[in-house]
């Protein structure tokens, strides 16, 4: 399995922007589809978006298309989420995952400790 690391969340202001960095570790890291899931206090956890292994497909949550935007360094093993126009509602602990991806979803098969991203209004 390989073992993930993020970082990059915080506090910001409705409208700002935060960047999320995920270091990977372990098996081989180019192999796998990288994704982005959140989950909100008393809600389960969502889908966010996904960067294919060679960085060529990205796929998004309506809720944050336009906003989000996914890349990956494969040299350097990680993966990173910059988010853009935030808003309250994309306040959440935010997970990095790697996985594949296939008939239109995305499955994870390990998992980062998350992130708290909190949007002020």
């Known amino acids: 399995q390989v073992q993930l690391v993020e970082s990059g969340g915080g506090l910001v202001q409705a409208g700002g922007s935060l960047r999320l960095s995920c270091a990977a570790s372990?098996?081989?890291?180019?192999?796998?589809?990288m994704g982005w899931f959140r989950q909100a206090p008393g809600k389960e956890r969502e889908f966010v978006g996904y960067?294919?292994?060679?960085?060529?497909?990205?796929y998004y949550a309506d809720s944050v298309k336009g906003r989000f935007t996914c890349s990956r360094d494969n040299a350097k093993n990680t993966v990173s989420l910059q988010m853009n126009d935030l808003k309250p509602e994309d306040t959440a602990v935010y997970y990095c995952?790697?996985?594949?991806?296939?008939?239109?979803?995305?499955?994870?098969?390990?998992w980062g400790q998350g992130t708290q991203v909190t949007v002020s209004s």
């Open positions: 995952a790697a996985g594949g991806f296939w008939s239109g979803s995305y499955y994870p098969s390990s």
């Open positions: 372990g098996r081989t890291f180019s192999g796998y589809a």
């Open positions: 960067i294919s292994w060679n960085g060529r497909t990205t």
